[in-house]
């Protein structure tokens, strides 16, 4: 009978091909890395490992032991994924990849209250500014805006409604504009990438209106970085109506719509997870996270 701690020295130890490093990735002291692996080959009766210059490699045995190693070790973490499948309680590691639009208004209280529920849970949370395109069995995603072919499944969990917006204070300097085409005259604040091929905005009356915003003298990355100089009255930008309404209960009077009735498309709020039979604790996380989902998010329509 193998010992997986044993097995799981082994196979850091390959992966890395140093003690030191591996013994640091695992927590573990290098004397106690290195006595696993010495009991491994004690058990086996051959040596699996030797040193070449300052790294350790494998010997044919080791070679040819590493992929029994690495089957034992997947067989044993599928154990007890099914074992806990069984339990009421969730536990073990969960990343959470999210759109950085929502990761501080949105994410960051949904996790917190999510931990509270599971406390066996780990999860990490990361912000994404590009689309994901590799499924990971233990990762799932929440993404903003429109989305290039993945390996995952794409489930719709809303959408942000948006508006042109300003400061009160700007638009009294400045005049506020009464058509799409005056917005040419006023400062942009444009946000990377969203609206540097132009903007169409829509009427419910008078059709569509493709505007090309000007040259912008303050461009930024992060939708965070977006709406702060909005609201200090550099100029007008487009902003998504929960995320100017979650600013509006802290810091009212702020912003207001500019051109209310001539609006640029919804973006989609999408939840992306692999295909297949998932660990219980990514299910239960997705369930969770629909039910996060602001009732804002959703089409007038289905609110009625």
Same mark, same amino acid.
């Given at each position: ?42 058990? !086996?009766? @051959?040596?699996? %490992?030797? /040193?070449?210059?300052? $790294? *350790? ?5 080791? +070679?040819?032991? &590493? ?84 390996? !995952?499944? @794409?489930?719709? %969990?809303? /959408?942000?409604?948006? $508006? *042109? ?5 700007? +638009?009294?300097? &400045? ?96 939840? *992306? ?32």
């Amino acid at each position: 009978m193998h010992d997986f701690d044993e097995l799981a020295a082994f196979d850091a130890v390959m992966a890395t091909g140093s003690l030191t490093r591996s013994a640091q990735e695992q927590g573990l002291a290098k004397s106690t890395l290195s006595r696993r692996i010495s009991q491994l080959e004690a058990r !086996l009766g @051959q040596p699996l %490992l030797r /040193r070449q210059a300052n $790294r *350790l490699i494998p010997t044919e045995a080791g +070679l040819l032991f &590493h992929d029994y190693c690495q089957e034992m070790l997947a067989l044993a973490n599928r154990s007890r994924e099914a074992l806990a499948e069984l339990s009421e309680a969730i536990s073990g590691r969960l990343t959470l990849e999210v759109h950085s639009t929502l990761a501080r208004s949105w994410a960051a209280p949904v996790i917190d209250a999510f931990l509270t529920r599971h406390p066996d849970v780990e999860l990490t949370l990361h912000t994404r500014e590009h689309a994901p395109n590799a499924p990971d069995s233990h990762c799932v995603h929440v993404w903003v805006g429109e989305l290039p072919a993945s390996g !995952l499944k @794409q489930e719709p %969990l809303g /959408r942000l409604t948006r $508006r *042109l917006y300003a400061n009160p204070d700007y +638009l009294a300097h &400045h005049g506020e504009p009464r058509h799409p085409r005056e917005l040419a005259q006023h400062a942009w604040i444009d946000l990377l990438g969203t609206t540097h091929e132009g903007l169409t905005l829509h009427h419910a009356t008078r059709g569509c209106f493709q505007f090309r915003p000007p040259c912008s003298r303050l461009r930024v990355d992060l939708p965070v970085l977006h709406m702060d100089p909005i609201a200090h009255g550099r100029g007008i930008g487009v902003l998504p109506d929960w995320l100017v309404a979650a600013r509006e209960k802290h810091h009212p009077g702020e912003l207001t719509p500019c051109l209310p009735a001539w609006q640029p498309e919804p973006l989609p709020v999408t939840l *992306l997870y692999p295909y297949g039979q998932r660990p219980r604790r990514i299910t239960t996380l997705l369930e969770f996270l629909r039910k996060a989902a602001p009732r804002e998010w959703q089409p007038q329509e289905a609110l009625v």
